[in-house]
């Protein structure tokens, strides 16, 4: 078997990819940053605020993962605790209220793994997303530039449409850990991997997301407009369907669907 | 049994009742399991009449089927979507063998089982989970039977009570089990916006995907006394921080004392709990 799963994970995981900042900053416009979840912190792993595309009023809800070590450290390394959860989840209602489409960029490992996190509740915090994004009345969309970490990950995806760079991974469990649990042996992450069906091939034809972005030409300015051209013209789609909500449920209903 | 039974603790043994602690007499060839908590060999059918816990307290894990018996009205527990069972969407090595295997050894098909049934006079759905299947793992048919039974509960009112034990998600599933999480909790939502009641009893171990998903979803949750409840693992957590745990760290009380569940519910009087809480969401008369 090939090691290509594996790259692909490298790549998610290199340090000198985009993070969320460099989406915001190149798609949006007079992005204002809001703060904290009105219950605990301020959770630096999730940014979070409203900006334009455009002419349009959005909320974006980027998972930091840092660009240097000092960065890294001081954003966990893009791993939210509870609070970032629900910070997220507070912009997101907020966005209904004000009939703002919500757009997220996500990229981690997976939810902080924690005493602190377990003491409020990370598995509370990521439930409760998952309810509420399933209800929230305006159009979400979701793209997993880098890691797609399990919980921590889906907890920002529960999305009208859900895109993946060509190089990001959406997984259940990273591949260190599937190979440690089933072969007792975290140096076959690479089968792992091959077996988890983690690329944005695969989950694009599991039907888990609904594209997959090329990161051919990432480096030039097209790459941003690209991807901002390809927001609104999805956007205008979703702002006018009566059935959002029916659909945004039975895109999730569908997978595991038995008759 | 008066209302407030179970919040009472027995004094003495003779306070106890008749049901349960001691009444029966084992035979010496009688097999034993050993408390991992008091380190006592109990004969096993004095661990059977005492809702299989321990003379100590310590509550033992116990099967779907078991758990179905103790907490239903008598014959009423009518089976649903039996046929649900999980494929193998990603082909995944040795997936199919070992679910072939589970399945012979724990002779059930998935690790939830779903129904309506009556407890205490109250009709509802009820699914519980079953630990010795793949420890309760949530892949494609768990979500798809619990979504299920939360539709089938919305269109026909009827109340759900859940049973969680479950080590997360199914990896073998990949995105499709992790999937579940979301369709499942979509479910709930729809049920609890019709004005439903679902209560949760988290019972050892609630981790991972199931944990961050319906377990936690519920109107009232309660959890058995010692069960470990949390989203990610203590060993793991362990390992990723270097600091030690704090004692009782993601048992049930640690969850009371952080405001994550409702109450503490023994076996012995849960199920006049349950029944208690199912009845105060059913309405009552006009004041």
Redesign the interface.
Known sequence: MSTGAYETVRKARSSGRYTGIDFIKGIFNHFFELHGDRRFADDSAIIGGVAYLDNTPVTVIAIEKGHNARERMQRLFGAPNPEGYRKALRLMKQAEKFHRPVICFVDTSG?Y???G????????A???N???M??LNTPVISVLIGEGG??GA??LS?ADRVYMLENAV????SPEG?AS??WKDSTKAAEAAE????TAK??LK?G?IEEVISEDNMEQPEFFAGLREKLKAELRVLRKDPQLLDKR?NR??A????E | MPILDFLYKPKNELEKGGRAVAPIQADANEPEKTCPNCHKAIPLSRIWANFNTCTCGYHFRMSARQRITFITDKGTFSEMFKEVTSQDPLRFDGYKQKLETVRAASNEEEAVICGTAVIGGVKCMLFVMEPNFMMGSMGSAVGERITRAFEYATEHRLPVVGYTVSGGARMQEGLISLMQMAKTSGAVKRHSDAGLFYLTVLTDPTTGGVTASFAMEGDIILAEPGATVGFAGARVIEQTTRKTLPKGFQKAEFLLEHGFADAISPRRYQKSLVSMLLKMHCGGDEL
């Open positions: 939810a793994c924690g005493i996190a377990e003491e409020r509740g990370q598995g509370l990521i439930a409760e998952l309810c509420e399933m209800t399990s919980g889906l907890a529960v959406y997984s259940v469990i599937c649990i089933l077996c988890l069906k983690l695969d989950a599991l888990v449920y999730f209903r997978f595991g669907r038995t």
